[in-house]
């Protein structure tokens, strides 16, 4: 397992293994990792022949009074499941290798990142384009993975790369759930044994709902009020948005014509965990 630092030494990693007509692929993650990022790293293995996975728990996308201090980290547990995963390099830049003194660059998107956790995290999406474009400029890759379980950032990225003309091919993976269905996330490990159980709550009502638009309901309104009433019935969960919409401008829906996303975000304590599925008319 090949471990780098620094942006110039991955540069060149890159560069050498481009020389050969070796298909490069990138997970970037903030560590922690889990089942979820371990399936990136598998469909990443599917489309190259090497796959470097970034661990950077990046400052710029958390908020002032968010949990970057907080956020869970274990290098040697990472490093041990990113060797086990099958993937070849692991690309761990510091935070002053990535913000230098002087630093004052960005990259930002615009309607899309207006709706959703936007809304309430105005800042986040932004840090997340740049470090992603800082990480794809380091990493060089033909292929880069990333989870539909934040969809939002997903389809962002998508038209970064797009509006940029970068040369890299977006794979979006599914949602890796817990056997009881909530999806997994670093930031699960925050939550209190009932806080955890009431979480259930979330992946239930989505469930149930992706059930009854295949049935036919295809009213978004009544679609959403089921999920709110649901979640509601949880005393631990206090509901920051529930939102069914478009999959590509992410704009809120009435009817579902095709197919839709509905995506949420809920409070259980102190964490925000968000889940999302997608609601197909057939
Ligand atoms: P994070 O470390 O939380 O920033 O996530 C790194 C990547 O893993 C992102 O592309 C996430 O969407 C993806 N990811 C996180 N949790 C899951 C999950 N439960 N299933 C699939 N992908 C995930």
């Known amino acids: 397992m090949q471990i780098i630092n620094s942006a110039k030494d991955m540069q060149r990693y890159s560069d050498a293994l481009r020389q050969q007509n070796k298909r490069v692929a990138v997970v970037p993650t903030m560590g922690y990792l889990h089942e979820g990022h371990l399936s990136l790293v598998r469909i ?12 950077f728990v990046n400052p710029t996308q958390f908020g002032p009074n968010e949990d970057y201090k907080s956020y869970p980290r274990d290098w040697d ?4 499941l990113v060797t086990s995963s099958g993937a070849d390099c692991i690309y761990a830049p510091e935070p002053v290798e990535m913000y230098p003194e002087g630093y004052q660059t960005s990259v930002r998107v615009d309607k899309l990142t207006q709706h959703l956790c936007g809304i309430v995290r105005p800042t986040h999406f932004e840090g997340v384009t740049t470090v992603v474009t800082k990480l794809f400029n380091a990493t060089k890759p033909h292929v880069a993975v990333f989870g539909e379980k934040d969809f939002q950032q997903l389809q962002v990225i998508r038209r970064m790369v797009r509006d940029l003309d970068m040369d890299i091919e977006i794979i979006g993976a599914p949602i890796v759930r817990e056997p ?5 996330s670093s930031r699960n490990k925050y939550l209190s044994a009932e806080e955890r159980k009431a979480a259930q709550v979330l992946s239930r009502a989505l469930f149930e709902i992706r059930d009854m638009c295949a049935q036919g309901e295809h009213d978004a309104l009544k679609l959403s009020q089921h999920v709110w009433q649901n979640i509601s019935t949880e005393p631990l969960a ?14 809120d829906v009435t009817r579902i014509r095709r197919n839709a996303v509905v995506a949420l975000a809920v409070f259980f304590g102190k964490t925000r965990l968000i889940d999302n599925i997608i609601l197909k008319t057939a």
């Open 238 to 251: 206090k509901i920051d948005y529930i939102k069914i919409c478009d999959l590509e401008t992410l704009e």
């Open 44 to 55: 990443a293995r599917e489309h190259a022949d090497t796959v470097i996975v970034t661990i």
């Open 180 to 184: 009881d269905g909530l999806a997994m």
């Open 77 to 80: 547990r990472d490093v041990k």
